[in-house]
């Protein structure tokens, strides 16, 4: 059964709809920027994106007796320069220190690219991403590593998803985060293998065994992050595969895998060579295609799937996947099929969820027309990104910190779901957050270092946002 494509009317309630699910937030500006666009126009529009970014800058400090100066911290890297291509130099102390700042600078940058979003799908889809496969950025603790686990989710976000998967495991963020780059021949680790089917590729429950596990375990050992050279001298991070540590023997799976035997290989190409053959046989099981559009679902549409909707929507939608599964836009294929579904415009799922606190914070944000910094002020941009941040986190959701690798649970957990983000603790969170934004906004200290970041105020226009209202609407759902 094909998916049944939406062909009712598209007006302003479905583009309403739409932008909802697919932004942080849908402003009346938003609106009016699609206003008389066909349904196809707009999905072409939001998913016509490339990873366009510019890397985050270094804006921290230390002070000199009561006055700030760069120099003092991470002083290899300008003020206002990226801290990207340098490496990590310095006594243990001090590599804490500016490795803890550069962490916060990723942060923060990370948090603006949603606050100052495109009218485009990228930052929603690197969301999803980001929270299909996450990482903990204190626990990786290397800031080259997340802001280059970033760029590989975004630059592949419409792409294919073997390829995303296969970057992924070998991926140095990663590699330490599931203990990767301890998996060895003597001492192999399950960590990633075992998330690689439960939570990123078939699911917990799907028919695979503790043995494949094992099996998967072995034929990822070997690969490590390094972070010197040769000589011992320090270097941007990078990935290197140990012939010497990979398990050369053979890995049988299970039925449930069509018992497929991994011949062992040896040599520098055996962890790249046994990897592609692991990968092959994951993707030939049909409940990849059945878990990825099950969580796209729920991410984008609601959280229950009765059996209605795994009928008509969950399994064609499959069926689209694997379809394209050789192709290097399948996920745009997929996205779209589901963004332009009967299903996803029909009255069940309008409304239906508790928006995440990253729509409520975000999306107050740009509704409320509160004023940022511009590029001129980058320390103030990094702070008011900063403030965003922890309000978001503070309203519950803490975006680069899950509280583990299978993200938040609103976004899985049965039955719940986005009823998770409103209890007894986050509502007078979500309430304090909506109020600190309408009624103080953000403001910078008089004592940074930059001038022209200090002492600055930045707070919504309640009457240019009344403004542009003829008559009383309801905006209370996603």
């Not at 490339?50 to 400090?61: A, C, E, H, M, S």
């Not at 592949?156 to 998803?161: C, I, K, R, S, T």
């Amino acid at each position: 059964m094909p998916l049944t494509p939406y062909t009712g009317p598209f007006g302003r309630p479905e583009l309403n709809h739409l932008l909802k699910r697919t932004l942080f937030g849908c402003t009346n500006a938003d609106l009016a920027h699609f206003n008389g666009q066909s349904l196809d126009q707009v999905i072409d529009a939001l998913l016509n994106f490339t990873n366009d970014t510019t890397p985050p800058l270094k804006t921290y400090w230390n002070l000199n007796g009561n006055t700030p100066d760069p120099t003092l911290l991470d002083p290899q890297v300008a003020f206002g320069e990226t801290w990207i291509d340098t490496i990590r130099y310095g006594n243990d102390v001090e590599i804490t220190e500016l490795t803890s700042a550069r962490i916060q600078s990723y942060m923060w940058w990370r948090t603006g690219l949603m606050v100052q979003q495109d009218r485009t799908l990228r930052e929603k889809l690197a969301l999803f991403w980001f929270n299909h496969m996450p990482t903990q950025v204190f626990q990786v603790f290397n800031p080259r590593l997340s802001y280059d686990y970033d760029q590989l989710l975004r630059t592949q976000a419409l792409g294919n998803f073997r390829q995303l998967i296969h970057d992924v495991t070998i991926d140095g963020s990663m590699l330490i985060y599931l203990n990767g780059y301890l998996n060895t021949v003597l001492a192999p680790d399950e960590n990633y293998a075992r998330e690689l089917l439960e939570l990123f590729t078939v699911g917990e429950g799907s028919g695979y065994t503790e043995e494949d596990v094992q099996a998967a375990a072995r034929v990822l050992t070997g690969w490590t992050v390094r972070e010197t050279d040769a000589l011992g001298d320090p270097v941007l991070p990078y990935v290197a595969f140990r012939p010497t540590q990979h398990d050369t023997t053979n890995k049988q799976f299970s039925g449930f895998f069509n018992n497929t035997l991994i011949i062992g290989q040896s040599g520098a190409g055996a962890g790249e060579g046994e990897l592609n053959l692991l990968l092959d046989m994951i993707m030939a099981n049909e409940e990849v295609s059945r878990f990825m559009c099950r969580n796209l679902y729920r991410f984008f549409v609601h959280g229950e799937i009765d059996a209605t909707t795994e009928t008509n929507v969950i399994e064609p939608l499959a069926e689209i996947f694997r379809n394209n599964a050789a192709a290097p836009d399948q996920m745009r294929t997929v996205i779209r099929a589901l963004l332009t579904s009967d299903h996803f415009f029909s009255a069940q799922v309008r409304a239906c969820m508790i928006m995440a606190p990253v729509d409520l914070v975000m999306g107050s944000i740009r509704k409320l027309k509160v004023a940022m910094p511009t590029p001129a002020q980058l320390e103030a941009q990094y702070s008011v990104w900063r403030d965003v941040y922890y309000l978001t986190s503070y309203s519950g959701q803490e975006l680069l910190n899950p509280p583990n690798v299978a993200g938040f649970p609103a976004y899985y957990q049965s039955p719940s779901f986005d009823n998770i983000w409103m209890d007894t603790a986050t509502y007078p969170a979500r309430k304090n957050s909506l109020l600190g934004i309408i009624y103080g906004g953000f403001a910078t200290a008089d004592d940074i270092y930059q001038p022209s970041s200090q002492n600055l105020e930045f707070k919504c226009d309640l009457l240019a946002v009344v403004a542009e209202f003829t008559g009383p609407r309801t905006r209370t759902h996603s």
